[in-house]
């Protein structure tokens, strides 16, 4: 798929600007408009009105305080967006630009996991952070489960995008086969694509599993070499080791199946894979 506008919601953490710096990255490789959005709720909702009645005047104060407080944030966050867009040469704009990357830092008012699933419909990709200690947070269950879109889920420390060695994990689950589809355009660009499956993804014979992946991908123009791995007792270590031992910039998985992408996110695998990996995955 082509991608025009792209979403990037920042989520919880005292790292905001590393996380803004990985997301331009992969609007710049990609040459598309990405929106960085910051979301903030009123104070005053999330503390009751026992609060307000006994603190009066003073919990005004308080208020205001914890507004200013917001606001300097957001500034902040902003001020080094514009920062990093200038030294990446990512032109700060309202709207996309043909053959260009371009960004726009927006702020909408709300809870943050509520606001990100539904502006999410109205992009073409998400790109999320992997949350602090590998643990799922509202807004990232929001950006990854809750758009209907594909997403790429970036590192906190990632400093370059440049997809072009891509390690598909294959399970033969609808799932599975939608992000193999979906990722067609950046296989096209890669210079080496490998794929792996666990022994147990298939009830199926293994060969002719592998043997019609690989023409599938060949009929797309795509050479890919593949391998059928043994996986361990800890869900997504197998599928990490890979991926950090073959050098690979992106990993392609799809959102369920036992090593897919739902259990990654909502279940076993999602601990172990998301705490060690250093790149990014397309899902």
């Not at 929106?35 to 104070?43: F, G, Y």
């Not at 440049?162 to 609808?174: A, G, R």
């Not at 996110?265 to 601990?271: A, D, Q």
């Amino acid at each position: 798929m082509k991608y025009k506008k792209i979403l990037f919601p920042i989520g919880a953490g005292d790292d905001a600007t590393s996380i803004i710096y990985g997301a331009l990255q992969v609007a710049k490789w990609l040459k598309v408009h990405i929106e960085v959005l910051s979301c903030q709720i009123d104070p005053s909702i999330v503390y009751n009105m026992k609060m307000t009645l006994r603190g009066g005047v003073l919990f005004e104060e308080f208020l205001k305080s914890a507004k200013a407080d917001l606001e300097e944030e957001h500034m902040k966050n902003k001020n080094a967006f514009i920062k990093m867009c200038k030294e990446l040469d990512i032109e700060v704009s309202d709207n996309a630009i043909n053959g260009k990357a371009s960004a726009n830092f927006i702020i909408k008012d709300g809870k943050r996991s509520v606001v990100v699933e539904r502006e999410s419909k109205f992009y073409d990709l998400i790109v999320a952070a992997v949350p602090i200690t590998g643990k799922i947070t509202g807004t990232f269950e929001s950006a990854v489960m809750k758009s209907g879109k594909d997403c790429i889920v970036i590192p906190r420390n990632l400093t370059k995008f440049e997809p072009k060695n891509i390690l598909v994990s294959w399970t033969s689950t609808p799932n599975s086969a939608r992000a193999l589809t979906n990722s067609l355009d950046l296989l096209k660009k890669a210079d080496r694509i490998h794929c792996i499956t666990a022994k147990k993804s298939f009830n199926e014979d293994n060969g002719h599993a592998i043997n019609k992946l690989e023409d599938y991908l060949k009929m797309h123009d795509i050479n890919a070499t593949c391998e059928v791995i043994n996986t361990y007792s800890i869900p997504g270590k197998a599928l990490a080791k890979v991926a950090s031992d073959g050098n690979f910039d992106l990993v392609v998985a799809g959102r369920q199946g036992e090593n897919g992408l739902r259990e990654m996110v909502l279940g076993g695998t999602s601990k172990f894979f998301l705490e060690h990996t250093k790149v990014p995955i397309f899902m």
